[in-house]
C-alpha cells in the first residue's frame, strides 16, 4: 500500500511554454503532499508543501507565480511550472503524507518516482 | 534552520564488512531524524526513523543529541545494499512534514 505516482515520467518543453506534473496517491488518501526538488548528484530540496483544499505553502526562495501548485482533491497535486526556462530543468518529486503502512503510529512521506524536466 | 551533513559522497566496502554512513545535523528544536534509502532506477523510500528503533534490513541508526549525529550501520554489509543514501531531518512537532535531506552517500558492496 501507499503507493504515489506521478506523471509524465519525463517531459521536454520549450523555453517560454508551462508545462504540468502531476502526484497521485493511488490507494490512499492525503491531505498533504510535499514537491521537491534534485539537481543532478544533489540533495532533494523542498519546494512547497501542498494541502488539500488551501493555499500551498512554500519554502525561502521558492517563486510560487512559476511554480503553481494545486491541491484539488485528496489523491491529486498538480505542480505547473510557468514560463519554464532551461534553469527550471530538473527531477520534480512529490511525495505524499500518511499514516506509516508497516504499523508505527507516526506519518511517513511516500515518494513518488520523479519527473524530468528538460527545458530546451 | 535545520541543516543536515553526510561528509561522505562515495563509501566502499567489501560484502561481509561492516559498514557505517555519517549523518550530523544541526537543528534548534527536537529533532526527528530518518535514513531513506534509493536503489538503482527506484523510488526514495524510508529505510528508518529514529523514533521507532527498527532495525531494517540488518540496519540500525542511534540518535546522539550530544553528537547532534545519528550514523546508519550494518555489521555485515551486502551487495544488495548497494544504493544511495539520504539522512533526513525534520521537527518532531511537524511529524514527519518539512524533510531536510543531507546531500547523500553513496554505498556500492563489493563482492
Known amino acids: 500500500g501507499a503507493v504515489v505516482s506521478q506523471h509524465p515520467s519525463r517531459v521536454i518543453c520549450k523555453s517560454g511554454t508551462s508545462v504540468k506534473i502531476e502526484c497521485r496517491s493511488l490507494?490512499?488518501?492525503?491531505?498533504?503532499m510535499f514537491w521537491y526538488r534534485q539537481f543532478p548528484k544533489q540533495s532533494l530540496m523542498l519546494m512547497a508543501t501542498s494541502n488539500e483544499g488551501s493555499k500551498a505553502t512554500y519554502e525561502q526562495g521558492v517563486e510560487k507565480d512559476k511554480f503553481l501548485i494545486n491541491h484539488a482533491s485528496l489523491t491529486l497535486s498538480t505542480l505547473t511550472v510557468t514560463s519554464a526556462h532551461p534553469e527550471d530543468s530538473s527531477f520534480y518529486i512529490c511525495?505524499?503524507?500518511?499514516?506509516?503502512?508497516?504499523?508505527?503510529?507516526?506519518?511517513?512521506?511516500?515518494f513518488g518516482p520523479g519527473t524530468r524536466l528538460t527545458v530546451t | 534552520a535545520q541543516r543536515v551533513t553526510q561528509p561522505e559522497k562515495l563509501l566502499s566496502v567489501f560484502k561481509g564488512a561492516p559498514v557505517e554512513l555519517k549523518c550530523n545535523y544541526s537543528y534548534s528544536g527536537s529533532p526527528e531524524l530518518f535514513w531513506y534509502v534509493q536503489y538503482s532506477r527506484q523510488r526514495l523510500q524510508l529505510l528508518l526513523r529514529h523514533i521507532s528503533r527498527e532495525s531494517i534490513k540488518g540496519f540500525t541508526a542511534d540518535l546522539n543529541k550530544g553528537e547532534t549525529s545519528f550514523h546508519l550501520k550494518k555489521p555485515f554489509a551486502q551487495e544488495e545494499d548497494s544504493a544511495m543514501y539520504y539522512c533526513a531531518l525534520s521537527g518532531v512537532e511537524t511529524s514527519g512534514s518539512r524533510l531536510t535531506f543531507g546531500e547523500g552517500t553513496q554505498l556500492t558492496v563489493n563482492p
Open positions: 490507494d490512499f488518501q492525503a491531505t498533504t
Open positions: 511525495s505524499a503524507r500518511a499514516y506509516s503502512a508497516r504499523g508505527f503510529p507516526f506519518y511517513e512521506q511516500y
